[in-house]
């Protein structure tokens, strides 16, 4: 069984342009959530969806927006990138709302 | 509202010896614990998961870990530790109100010396 793809793996980004990650569960896993990581702050929640819908979001500003799709496959988005936004991305599939979560390999990004 | 904490920002053990990397936990309701492990550029791995029932967990690789209700902790341990183990250690706390959260402690660095 695959794992969680995330693309790309890598993206350099100057301020003020945006950006778009995708994340590809695991197949029949139909929560998906997304994580930023950076050595300051850790793992921060972001949001989770289920079935096409966010259930839950973190304390991110609204720069800051994802979406899932019928498939599952989500997509997060981020806008007027700043130097802050420099971390690594990271989303994970579960297949209930009690289970552990299946991390991907994370997409790094860096606004220079 | 979630939360979980990580006192040790690192813990040091040396090869063969036991190792206990410590985690408390506040969560309104009945808690879902998690404990995760991240390899260098990696993402996170699943270890091991309390929801209910007896108290200590078994886990991946060798990994066990106490639930204690009445100190709110859920402690991660090892009997005998493995240079292999060094790795960043992350605690959760899932909660499954409006939509399942999870939230992680801010990590504990292992390292194992041989």
């Known amino acids: 069984k695959a794992g969680v793809t995330q693309t790309p793996r890598y993206l350099i980004k100057t301020r003020g342009q945006q950006v778009t990650l995708s994340c590809s569960p695991i197949s029949g896993h139909r929560s998906v959530s997304w994580y930023q990581q950076t050595p300051g702050q850790g793992l921060q929640f972001l949001f989770e969806?289920?079935?096409?819908?966010?259930?839950n979001k973190g304390n991110f500003p609204g720069r800051f927006s994802g979406r899932q799709f019928s498939n599952s496959r989500s997509e997060m988005n981020v806008s007027t990138l700043e130097l802050g936004d420099s971390a690594l991305y990271l989303c994970?599939?579960?297949?209930?709302?009690?289970?552990?979560?299946?991390f991907g390999e994370g997409s790094r990004l860096t606004v220079l | 509202a979630q939360s979980v904490a990580q006192p040790e920002d690192q813990v040091n053990v040396a090869e063969g010896n036991p190792l206990t990397v410590k985690c408390t936990y506040s969560?309104?309701?009945?808690?879902?614990l998690f404990w995760y492990v991240q390899y260098p550029n990696r993402g996170l791995q699943f270890l091991l998961k309390y929801i209910t029932g007896d108290n200590l967990v078994k886990g991946s690789y060798g990994f066990e870990a106490e639930f204690n209700k009445s100190q709110t902790s859920f402690h991660l341990k090892k009997p005998s530790a493995l240079v292999s183990d060094s790795a960043l250690y992350f605690c959760?706390?899932?909660?499954?109100?409006?939509?399942?959260?999870?939230?992680f402690g801010a990590g504990t660095r292992l390292f194992v010396k041989a």
């Open positions: 959760a706390v899932g909660s499954n109100t409006g939509g399942f959260k999870t939230i």
């Open positions: 969560v309104s309701g009945n808690p879902y």
């Open positions: 994970a599939s579960s297949y209930q709302n009690t289970g552990e979560l299946f």
């Open positions: 969806y289920f079935s096409e819908t966010q259930r």
